[in-house]
């Protein structure tokens, strides 16, 4: 069975071409037709005689995912993907175009297991994890669909990426490289619901590395109620990892704020936020609910524009950095899982 060359990083590939009796500038080469000239198939490779590409793809396959969906929002380019893998399952990512950069929002999972209720993935349940190779290729794919360079990688797609730890990191490390996607740590981030070890070990491997946790309450209570992960790992522990992530680090945690209608948008729950976070220095992202359909015993409504502007004042008085997050492709399948679960179903 052919190896997937996503899967590998530099060194291993430099171990694996030895192996064929291939120098280390051949795989600078491959690198850079796959990654830079976007060439998926070795027999375009023309730098490299016909013989080195005939071995490698006896040997490697260069799995770019297959294409099945891809809305394009009319108001700000956004752009949702829907990919299949190589055993037929699918997954989503995101490219979000911003005045400066292209931001990629990326799977680690297929399905997920956190089952938070206001998110369409988590509803669809758990598959797997993803390979390394079927994070790597997202971007790569992505790139080559849109014809853009993508400048900030954000692990927000389908899945909690910390629950797929050494895959997650394996394929940071390979987007990092210089011969591959050359991308700065500093301008990855990696979302979470807040697995504390996993905070903390992140901290230690790649501290250049960002993090957002997703808190979406300001206590354990109403937590439970919509990120069940919570019953496990609970509010304080996860703001005290995060102060410890913060610590070690030196990075600002930016904490993601989900608002549902009468839920969590009270001026009280602002001021427990508040609380929760003081001395921190942390960021916090308010983000008015994306109602999904089918949630049950919980009604998700969009919180009224003064209910939002009420929670950002409480903050904003507390000291809390923060904003508002602007919407972007709203008139597509843009939340996370939507697109698969219209597809799948
Ligand atoms: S919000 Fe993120 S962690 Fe929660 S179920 Fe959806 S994909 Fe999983």
């Known amino acids: 069975m052919k190896k997937d060359i996503f899967d590998f990083d530099y060194n291993e590939l430099v171990n694996e071409f030895s192996k064929l009796g291939l120098e280390k500038y051949r795989v600078d080469q491959v690198l850079d037709w796959i990654f830079?000239?976007?060439?998926?198939?070795?027999?375009?490779?023309t730098n490299?005689?016909?013989?080195?590409?005939?071995?490698l793809?006896?040997?490697?396959?260069?799995?770019?995912?297959s294409l099945l969906d891809m809305q394009v929002s009319n108001i700000d380019k956004t752009t949702k993907f829907l990919w299949r893998l190589e055993d037929g399952n699918t997954i989503e990512s995101v490219l979000l175009f911003h005045p400066d950069r292209v931001t990629a929002c990326i799977s680690s999972q297929v399905g997920c297991p956190a089952k938070c209720v206001f998110c369409a993935t988590g509803q669809s349940g758990f598959v797997r994890d993803l390979k390394a190779g079927e994070i790597v290729s997202q971007v790569v794919a992505m790139?080559?669909?849109r014809r853009v360079n993508i400048g900030n990688i954000v692990y927000m797609g389908m899945g909690e990426p910390l629950l797929n730890y050494e895959e997650v990191l394996k394929s940071i490390r390979i987007l990092h490289n210089e011969k591959t996607k050359n991308m700065s740590m500093r301008r990855i981030s990696v979302s979470t619901v807040g697995i504390p070890e996993k905070i903390i070990q992140l901290a230690d491997d790649l501290p250049e590395v960002k993090l957002a946790i997703s808190l979406h309450a300001p206590n354990n209570y109403k937590r439970d109620m919509i990120v069940p992960m919570n019953r496990?790992?609970?509010?304080?522990e996860i703001v005290y990892a995060a102060k410890e992530y913060q610590k070690r680090t030196k990075n600002r945690v930016t904490f993601e704020y989900i608002l549902i209608r009468e839920f969590n948008d009270s001026r009280d729950d602002a001021e427990k936020l508040a609380d929760l976070l003081k001395g921190m220095g942390a960021y916090v992202n308010l983000i008015p609910v994306n109602p999904v359909d089918n949630?049950?015993?919980?009604?998700?409504e969009r919180p009224h524009y003064w209910a939002v502007d009420r929670f950002k004042e409480v903050l904003d008085k507390r000291n809390i950095e923060n904003e508002i997050r602007k919407e972007k492709g709203t008139d597509i399948d843009a939340a996370c899982g939507q697109l698969r679960r219209r597809n799948v179903k």
């Open 295 to 300: 949630v049950e015993n919980l009604k998700l």
């Open 57 to 65: 793809d006896e040997r490697f396959s260069i799995s770019i995912p």
């Open 232 to 236: 496990k790992y609970s509010v304080e």
């Open 36 to 45: 830079q000239k976007k060439v998926f198939n070795f027999d375009g490779m």
């Open 48 to 55: 490299l005689s016909k013989e080195n590409r005939t071995v």
């Open 143 to 145: 790139e080559a669909q």
